[in-house]
Each structure stands twice: as C-alpha cells, then as structure tokens.
C-alpha cells in the first residue's frame, strides 16, 4: 500500500547527500565566475565553448540533485507526476532565464537547423507576452493568461516536447508537481490547488549566478521569447 506523505513537499531539509550536490554545483559555479572574470574584463570569444561546457556541468549536477531529492519526496509518499510528453507547464512564458541559458537554447536550435522556426514563433509569442503584460498590468496575471492563449515558444504542442530539452532553462528544470498532472491544465477547476514545486538551489549557488549574470549581462528582458530575440538580433555578450 501507497505511504501517506508525510509534512509539507515544500520543506525538506537538506541531507548529507543533498548538501554534497549542491557544494559540487556552488565550486563548479564559482570556477565559472572566475573563468569569465570581472566585469568590464575583455573576454576572448573562444572561452564561451568553455563556459558552455561547464554550464552543462552545473546541469548535469543540478539533475542528479533534483533527482535525488524527488526520490527523498517519494520515499515519504509523495507522487512526483511528471511525464514525458506532459506539458500543462509549459504552457507558460519561462520568465527570469539566464544569458548562458539563452546562449545555449541558440546554439542548440542552430545545431538542430530550427532556429528559423524558433525565431518566428519567439515573435509571435513575444508579441502575445507584450500584450497580456499591457492588459493584465503583473506578471503573475499575465502568466495565467498567457498560459490559456498560448505556450511557450519551445514547445513542440502536437508532441508535448520541449525543443531544447537537453539546454532547458533552470527554471524550467527545476519545476514538478505532486498533485495530478491535469491539475496543471489552467483550465482545469483543480488548478488552484495543484502543488507546484521548484527546488531551487541553495542561495550560495544562487548568488553566484547572480555574478556570473551580472558579468556577462546587460539585463535580459524577463521572457524567454523577448531575451531569446535580443541575443539573437545582438549575438554577443557583454565583453566578447
Ligand atoms: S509540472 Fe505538471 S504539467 Fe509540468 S510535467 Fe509536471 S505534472 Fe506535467
Ligand atoms: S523551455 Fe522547454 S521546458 Fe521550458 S517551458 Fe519551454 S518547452 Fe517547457
């Protein structure tokens, strides 16, 4: 018989295990702020490889501590419903996403030869983004409503698959459900009540991101559509 989940999703405290993922991902993120250096400092075009290449790193780290804690969450009773091809989520405008996530998401649609494509549904989704922002007045709204006319421009909607997967931002890697994944559907009447978690990582990491953002910026727009457009019109990053 199914364990009855114990305490709230929402806090579990971090365990032996967990702490090491998350002191691997803090020393790969601060080698990462040290590789592309202070700001202002002129960076050679040929780190970014280098630079992605640890970023995938981080990501790889990231997911084994996800999937370690989601196993610590199912060992107290809790369901994780996450699915392949499940993607009530992405729905939504990712909002928030870094420059190396962007960097990445363009390098991977190129590979793909879809940049094309994803160029053109980025417009119209960034066209539709600026429009609820314009009516609703707050992000938080313009997200619901976002999420009923449209999803985000990455996801393939026929096959409920995300078109950069593998370069996903940490947003979006970051998020699960412990609730039944039609309760994700904005319209369903559950979606009020769906348990929605993202387990970000410990501040200390956060905080470096913050330096790495800050070294590489200026300040994307907070959509994935509208910041994937502007690397893509500017395709650099700040002191290449
Ligand atoms: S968060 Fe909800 S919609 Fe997204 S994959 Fe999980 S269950 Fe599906
Ligand atoms: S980037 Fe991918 S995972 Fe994130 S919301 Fe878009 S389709 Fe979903």
């Not at 999937?67 to 996450?82: D, Q």
């Not at 190129?110 to 053109?120: C, D, E, P, S």
């Not at 009540?193 to 200026?218: C, F, H, N, W, Y």
């Amino acid at each position: 018989m199914k364990e009855t989940p114990k305490g709230s999703p929402f806090t579990q405290p971090p365990d032996r295990v967990s702490s090491s993922f998350m002191d691997r991902m803090l020393a790969s993120v601060q080698d990462m702020a040290h590789l592309i250096g202070a700001p202002g400092r002129n960076r050679p075009r040929s780190i970014l490889p280098e630079v992605l290449g640890m970023w995938e790193k981080v990501n790889r780290i990231y997911d084994e501590y996800l999937k370690y804690e989601t196993g610590r969450l199912r060992k107290r009773g809790f369901n994780i419903s996450c699915t392949p091809g499940c993607s009530w989520c992405c729905r939504n405008m990712p909002t928030g996403v870094m420059h190396l996530e962007v960097v990445a998401a363009h390098q991977h649609l190129t590979r793909a030869g879809m940049l094309n494509k994803a160029i053109k549904r980025a417009l119209d989704a960034a066209e539709l983004w600026n429009r609820v922002i314009r009516n609703t007045g707050d992000e938080e709204a313009a997200l619901t409503q976002f999420a009923r006319e449209s999803h985000c421009p990455f996801l393939d909607h026929k096959r409920g698959l995300c078109a950069i997967y593998p370069v996903r931002p940490l947003v979006c890697r970051s998020h699960f459900a412990t609730t039944p994944a039609h309760w994700c559907d904005p319209e369903s009447e559950s979606f009020k009540g769906a348990v929605k978690i993202s387990l970000e990582p410990v501040r200390q990491v956060q905080d470096q991101l913050s330096t790495i953002e800050e070294r590489l910026g200026p300040g994307l727009p907070r959509s994935i559509a509208e910041a994937f457009l502007v690397f893509t019109l500017k395709g650099e990053l700040r002191g290449e």
